[in-house]
């Protein structure tokens, strides 16, 4: 079976789909990545290579030494994700360490996402708990909600009961709330480590006047 056509990599598939429908992925913007479980590993590995390099990761991550993610590639687009799978997605191999990383499929002509170490410290942070933790980070672009970070303050009190009073689904949805990071520059560790302290309180961040 190629790879593309394993269910993990289908849902992946159709999580970018969806996003690209809903608007929330101009152009490159957001950025998708998914942690496999030991089974997709095993029936995956006949398709990895092993000849690309290690890359160092800055801020280790030993709780996801030996781990696989699949994920968007920098400046790739989700609405081209489902054409050209192992074009615009790759998967990369966390070393036992967890302080570098290795493309072992996918991004033929790419690299990883530039958010990776954002998803990198949530992933670290939310992979343990029930049902072997979480496995999925998103970042999107939802137009609205950047154009609130306009106008509300950017305090996680207050944007989220405006949110929760704008849509009955909300306080049913993210009960805890979310929490607001300051604009930050994108990419940068400074970023990930403002996401990853919010992490600890919601399972939804946004950054001010950029996206979720
Ligand atoms: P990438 O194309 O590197 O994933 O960046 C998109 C983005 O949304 C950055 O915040
Ligand atoms: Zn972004």
Redo the contacts with the bound molecule.
């Keep these: 079976m190629n790879l593309e056509e394993q269910a993990f990599a289908q849902e992946f598939i159709r999580l970018a789909t969806d996003g690209d429908a809903r608007g929330w992925h101009e152009r490159n913007?957001?950025n998708l990545s998914y942690r496999l479980t030991a089974a997709e590993i095993e029936a995956c590995t006949d398709c990895f290579y092993n000849t690309a390099p290690w890359n160092a990761i800055r801020t280790a991550v030993p709780v996801l030494g030996g781990s696989f993610f699949l994920l968007t590639g920098s400046g790739k687009c989700m609405r081209n994700v489902r054409f050209a799978p192992a074009e615009n997605t790759g998967i990369i191999e966390i070393n036992a360490a967890g302080n570098a990383y290795r493309l072992v499929w996918g991004l033929t002509d790419g690299k990883p996402t530039s958010?990776l170490p954002t998803h990198l410290a949530v992933h670290a942070l939310k992979c343990t708990g029930g049902k072997e933790g979480n496995r999925v980070i998103y970042?999107a672009?939802p137009a609205h909600l950047i154009a609130l970070t306009f106008i509300l303050p950017l305090d996680d009190a207050l944007f989220t009961r405006e949110l929760w009073e704008m849509d009955i689904e909300n306080p049913i949805v993210f009960p805890e709330g979310i929490g607001i990071v300051p604009w930050v520059i994108?990419g940068s560790e400074a970023a990930a480590a403002a996401t990853l302290e919010k992490m600890r309180s919601y399972r939804v961040v946004v950054w001010a006047h950029?996206?979720t």
């Design positions: 913007g957001g958010e970042h672009h994108p950029h996206g």
